[in-house]
T-cell receptor, first 113, second 117 residues
Framework: NAGVTQTPKFHILKTGQSMTLQCAQDMNHGYMSWYRQDPGMGLRLIYYSAAAGTTDKEVPNGYNVSRLNTEDFPLRLVSAAPSQTSVYLC?????????????FGPGTRLTVT | AQSVSQHNHHVILSEAASLELGCNYSYGGTVNLFWYVQYPGQHLQLLLKYFSGDPLVKGIKGFEAEFIKSKFSFNLRKPSVQWSDTAEYFCAVNARGGSGNTGKLIFGQGTTLQVKP
């Protein structure tokens, strides 16, 4: 199994541009999440999906997701702002197996100039 | 709102010293608790977890943690650290939903551990 994969690894974006961060998992996990990781702030949940076809937004605006199937959970930055400079981590976990420990991808380091 | 607090933001130890990193969470009831570790340049990975049963849990690489319900704490310990333990450590708890614990995790701020050889 490849586990959780993310692309790209690094990207520089200009303010106002949009882009999609890709995330895929091959473990048939039901739960998938996006976090952002900033120094001194830990990880903060951005979006969450309990199953294909469902998503929950955890932070206001600036991001969008889709969960069309079990494997993929892309995160879209609609109109990038410098405040969205961060490391973005995608994670997945089994839906029917507590305690729902999460498996993380390698992350995408995004800089918005 | 649920929260997780890690008391130490940056810890510097010499090899063979003992380690204890503090973690407190904000609510009672049934909890699932985790410690994750991120070694330089690597993925975040699970160090250990508490789900139920024995409150003293053992993880990889000689780490252990003790769940103390009355103190809302889940402190991480290691009797003798090595240079290779240099990493960032995160405590986390499942977020609560309407029907119990969810697949969402709430993380603490993280503790950077630097071990001097």
């Amino acid at each position: 199994n490849a586990g959780v994969t993310q692309t790209p690894k690094f990207h520089i974006l200009k303010t106002g541009q949009s882009m999609t961060l890709q995330c895929a998992q091959d473990m048939n996990h039901g739960y998938m999440s996006w976090y952002r990781q900033d120094p001194g702030m830990g990880l903060r949940l951005i979006y969450y999906s309990a199953a294909a076809g469902t998503t929950d937004k955890e932070v206001p605006n600036g991001y969008n997701v889709s969960r069309l199937n079990t494997e993929d959970f892309p995160l879209r930055l609609v109109s990038a702002a410098p405040s969205q400079t961060s490391v973005y981590l995608c994670a997945s976990s089994y839906r029917d197996q507590a305690p729902y420990e999460q498996y993380f991808g390698p992350g995408t380091r995004l800089t918005v100039t | 709102a649920q929260s997780v607090s890690q008391h130490n933001h940056h810890v510097i130890l010499s090899e063979a010293a003992s380690l204890e990193l503090g973690c407190n969470y904000s609510y009672g009831g049934t909890v699932n608790l985790f410690w994750y570790v991120q070694y330089p340049g690597q993925h975040l990975q699970l160090l250990l977890k508490y789900f139920s049963g024995d409150p003293l849990v053992k993880g990889i690489k000689g780490f252990e943690a003790e769940f103390i319900k009355s103190k809302f704490s889940f402190n991480l310990r290691k009797p003798s650290v090595q240079w290779s333990d240099t990493a960032e450590y995160f405590c986390a708890v499942n977020a609560r939903g309407g029907s119990g614990n969810t697949g969402k995790l709430i993380f603490g701020q993280g503790t950077t551990l630097q071990v001097k050889p």
